[in-house]
């Protein structure tokens, strides 16, 4: 099976900023897109950024110019640098990707990290 493993949440000051990473692990072929979403309290998920396995990538309008998406195809990793951050980026955020494993591609998540910007 696969497994998405996230890290670098947690609570910082707004201005402040915070590295999300995730790592891909187990019967993976190849993957497509890896991206991240967030969910506020008493909202729907929404996608913040994503990229392709070829370095394409796009951003929800709210963080463009504040945050910036990479990836390490070689390790399966994803990372999200955010800077400048601001209380409404406080949410939980997950990470997902479109992995083939061999006869199945689907969408995998990760279990989510908190963001917390708080003064």
């Known amino acids: 099976q696969v497994q998405l493993v996230e890290s670098g949440g947690g609570l910082v000051q707004p201005g402040g900023s915070l590295r999300l990473s995730c790592a891909a692990s187990g019967s993976i072929v190849s993957i497509y897109a890896m991206g991240w979403y967030r969910q506020a309290p008493g909202k729907q998920r929404e996608l913040v950024a994503r990229?392709?396995?070829?370095?394409?990538?796009n951003y929800a309008d709210s963080v463009k110019g504040r945050f910036t998406i990479s990836r390490d195809n070689a390790k399966n990793t994803v990372y999200l640098q955010m800077n400048s951050l601001k209380p409404e980026d406080t949410a939980v955020y997950y990470c997902?990707?479109?992995?083939?494993?061999?006869?199945?591609?689907?969408?995998?998540w990760g279990q989510g990290t908190q963001v917390t910007v708080s003064s």
């Open positions: 997902n990707a479109n992995i083939y494993i061999g006869y199945h591609a689907g969408d995998y």
């Open positions: 990229m392709t396995n070829g370095g394409s990538s």
